[in-house]
């Protein structure tokens, strides 16, 4: 418990010195983005670090050293019993992981941030070209200022399950060359196409959830 409020400590000391180096930026006029913003990104990390999941290493987080509005989210622990559990842990011991990318715009929370899974290929699971996601909760009409990035990559990781995800990485010989990062562009590009079609004829699936 002690090793467990000690790395805690360290945590929210580095975001202070994270948050002074931003506001010292944006008075010079250095830095995108906006206070409001800023601070209820600080206020979600606070939240990660303090949360449960993240404590028993379901996911970990890394955030940009040079923008707080980027970071890598490594999904580590999927639903035990799904089939995406257990192509997770055929992977080589150190990338055992999904990663997604999550970049918040200046108007978060009012908008949402972009999600895209960064590697391994991943086939179904509302995974589509690039790595985009198809839920409803990332468009601007499903999203709602009141959702937390916990919540919501606790919900990305239920998504992947429930639409029977698996990843492209059944041989060995074709493990590294499945990680190769998807393209950033190539997943905004399939995102921004999936939002106009769902904008013009509707989500047929539940809301919020799958796309």
């Known amino acids: 418990?002690?090793?467990?409020?000690?790395?805690?400590?360290?945590?929210?000391?580095?975001?202070e010195k994270l948050k002074k180096?931003?506001?010292k930026a944006e008075e010079n006029g250095l830095?995108?983005?906006t206070t409001q913003?800023?601070?209820r990104i600080m206020k979600e990390l606070r939240a990660i670090y303090k949360s449960q999941s993240?404590?028993?290493?379901?996911?970990?987080?890394?955030?940009?050293d040079e923008s707080i509005y980027k970071w890598d989210v490594f999904l580590k622990k999927v639903d035990s019993d799904s089939p995406l559990m257990k192509d997770i842990e055929k992977l080589p011991a150190d990338v055992q992981?999904?990663?997604?990318?999550?970049?918040?715009?200046?108007?978060?929370p009012f908008s949402p941030p972009f999600v895209r899974v960064i590697r391994p290929w991943v086939r179904g699971g509302y995974v589509m070209s690039g790595g985009a996601l198809c839920m409803e909760v990332l468009t601007t009409q499903g999203w709602s200022s009141a959702y937390s990035i916990e919540s919501l990559i606790l919900q990305i990781s239920a998504t992947l399950v429930?639409?029977?995800?698996?990843l492209l990485t059944t041989?060995?010989?074709?493990?590294?060359?499945?990680?190769?990062p998807y393209t950033y562009e190539l997943a905004l590009q399939t995102f921004q196409a999936i939002s106009d079609n769902h904008e013009k004829n509707g989500w047929l699936t539940p809301p919020q959830g799958d796309g």
């Not at 418990?1 to 975001?15: D, H, K, T």
């Not at 429930?162 to 698996?166: D, E, I, L, M, P």
């Not at 041989?171 to 190769?180: A, C, D, E, G, I």
Request: net charge positive; glycine share 10%.
């Open 54 to 64: 993240y404590k028993t290493g379901v996911y970990t987080v890394n955030v940009n």
């Open 162 to 166: 429930k639409g029977k995800a698996r």
């Open 171 to 180: 041989t060995n010989s074709k493990v590294r060359s499945h990680f190769q």
């Open 1 to 15: 418990s002690s090793g467990i409020n000690a790395e805690y400590g360290e945590q929210v000391s580095a975001l």
């Open 21 to 23: 180096s931003i506001r």
């Open 97 to 108: 992981f999904i990663q997604l990318g999550i970049q918040f715009p200046d108007s978060f």
């Open 31 to 33: 830095n995108h983005g």
């Open 37 to 39: 913003a800023t601070d």
